[in-house]
């Protein structure tokens, strides 16, 4: 199996970690092959013994058949399916769901048949869910041996749980945003189109454990006048378009899938996590194929579901969960089969999906009375690397358009006019300083890399919180002519890697970068040997530009 360019850079970048670290974490949306890239680390490392620990039956099925994709034989350890216990009958992987290790067994739990000894790897698919007491159990278990390595893999975590992430896994291999993943054309742009139901009113719901109380929004979202709002303005939006709808509960998915069937026969089904696992079977295949148009689920298509023909998310079941949102709009973010696999670029893969039959993906959010809640939208899962106001003026524009927006250049375009509003008040606040002091010596040492480098400074992830850079780290910085002490944890490691990618591609060091920039020349792309010579025309020019001198 190849690996895609990201995917082989997240396999050397765990490694990587693991030179000095015991676990790591390894960030990656959903769609962009987080199971291909554990099995590939997993492959490299045999004859090591591995195991794959997750949460959902969906998750272990689909773990089992990319790891023997790869060429490893694994096994299941789960309900009545055991795993090899001893050295003549065991395989080199075995998956197994966290509830299983930690039950039966005279309350010791199943873990217990397995010597921690025997592993040289533990896999922690959907990571975000390792903070729990249970799964923290799980984890010391296979941690007594002194030699065992642990990778993390999630999709967008919710940012107040990055800090606990932190206190499990001692850093992030890899971290790459689902922004990244759609500018650079592996998956499709993500369209937002707000719908406003009159009498829709979150304002009373109370929270529970971080999001909406379940009882509360059953109440609200079941109501008959917002049901046949939601299925009114769904039909009108989508034509033809595949659509998936998250419900809260299964009344209100039953009801939704009647209303749908009601305004177009046929039209409609719904599945939820009692029913019967042949009869699901059957209704995501009718989905899958042209039978049907519309699949209600309640809770069963998020983590592990796989349909890339689905082109619209109905967010019938609003959250203040960042990583449960990003999982639901994660569902339709792939392009179609065969679209992109097999071009060079990222302008020739954007170019495909443009013109395939699913340029873009839709997410609707119905729009109400929120009250102190603050629902997330496909402005915060994509809005990793820009700032919380941007996002606040994205979300405020979509739901002023009222039709469909691109998010992606709703955020870069309100990013950019922050940052140009942030230059013009620089700029005032500058001159009002320069008439209360008239002249001002100011000098030094230290180089801004972010200029100089043309760099974006990194948001400050919760699971760096109170981290700070090895002295080594530091070291290399400072001979840089950096004080390391005016970068965060992050930032410090992102211009590092910066420094690094430079030397790797010969690119115009960071203090030629910084003194080019002095005078005016634009550094994007340059070689040292361009820089180099830039430098000694201005040299011999008395440090003015030599075309500005003649």
């Not at 979509?398 to 990013?415: C, F, R, Y």
């Not at 025309?537 to 001198?549: C, D, G, I, M, S």
Request: aromatic fraction near 6%.
């Amino acid at each position: 199996m190849n690996l895609r360019p990201y995917q082989q850079r997240a396999v050397d970048a765990v490694f990587d970690e693991w030179a000095e670290h015991d676990s790591t974490l390894l960030v990656m949306p959903t769609g962009c092959g987080k199971t291909v890239v554990f099995s590939e680390i997993i492959r490299r490392t045999q004859p090591s013994r591995a195991l794959i620990l997750a949460h959902r039956s969906e998750l272990i099925s689909q773990a089992v058949r990319t790891v023997e994709k790869m060429g490893v034989d694994a096994e299941v350890e789960m309900a009545d399916m055991w795993a090899g216990g001893n050295i003549w009958n065991q395989k080199p992987v075995i998956v197994s769901t966290v509830q299983t290790q930690i039950s039966g067994n005279g309350g010791r739990g199943r873990m217990e048949r397995f010597d921690p000894d025997d592993f040289g790897l533990v896999i922690c698919d959907e990571a975000h869910h390792f903070t729990a007491k249970s799964f923290v159990k799980v984890l010391n278990h296979y941690r007594k041996n002194p030699a065992l390595k642990i990778l993390g893999v999630t999709a967008t975590p919710d940012r107040a749980d990055e800090q606990a992430l932190g206190q499990v896994f001692q850093s992030v291999a890899y971290d790459y945003e689902i922004l990244d993943a759609i500018s650079d054309g592996w998956l499709v742009p993500i369209e937002q189109q707000m719908v406003t139901i009159e009498g829709l009113d979150f304002s009373t719901i109370r929270t529970t454990a971080g999001d909406l109380n379940g009882a509360d929004l059953a109440a609200v979202m079941e109501a008959e006048k917002n049901l046949h709002g939601i299925v009114s303005s769904t039909l009108e939006i989508i034509g033809d378009r595949k659509a998936l709808v998250f419900a809260v509960t299964v009344k209100q998915a039953e009801r939704y899938a009647e209303i749908f069937n009601r305004h177009k026969p046929g039209t409609a089904d719904w599945v939820c996590g009692k029913t019967p696992k042949d009869q699901r079977h059957q209704i995501f295949r009718k989905f899958r194929g042209e039978s049907t148009q519309v699949l209600v689920n309640v809770g069963v298509a998020t983590e592990g579901y796989d349909n890339p023909y689905v082109e619209v998310i109905v967010q019938a079941r609003p959250t203040k969960s960042r990583c449960l949102y990003s999982q639901m709009a994660g569902r339709a973010t792939r392009p179609i089969p065969g679209i992109v696999d097999g071009l060079d670029t990222n302008e020739q893969r954007r170019g495909a999906i443009a013109a395939s039959v699913k340029p873009t993906m839709l997410v609707i959010d119905f729009v109400g009375n929120s009250g102190r809640h603050k629902l997330i939208t496909t402005a915060d899962i994509l809005g990793g690397k820009v700032s919380e106001q941007a996002i606040e003026r994205a979300v405020a524009k979509a739901k002023a358009k009222g039709t469909a927006l691109n998010m992606a250049e709703a955020l870069q375009s309100e990013e950019n006019n922050l940052r140009q509003e942030i230059e013009a008040q620089k700029k005032r606040e500058a001159a009002r300083r320069a008439a209360v002091v008239a002249k001002a010596s100011y000098s030094s040492r230290h180089i801004d890399p972010f200029n100089a480098l043309q760099l974006k400074p990194a948001r400050e992830r919760g699971w760096d919180k109170n981290k700070t850079l090895s002295e080594k780290q530091a070291a290399l910085l400072r001979r840089q002519g950096i004080d390391p002490l005016t970068l965060s944890y992050a930032q410090g490691r992102q211009v590092i890697a910066e420094l690094f990618k430079r030397w790797d591609g010969n690119l115009a060091s960071l203090k030629q970068c910084a003194l080019l920039q002095k005078h005016g020349y634009d550094t994007n792309g340059i070689t040292i040997d361009q820089a180099k010579q830039m430098i000694d025309a201005l040299a011999k020019n008395n440090w003015r530009r030599p075309e500005v001198a003649a």
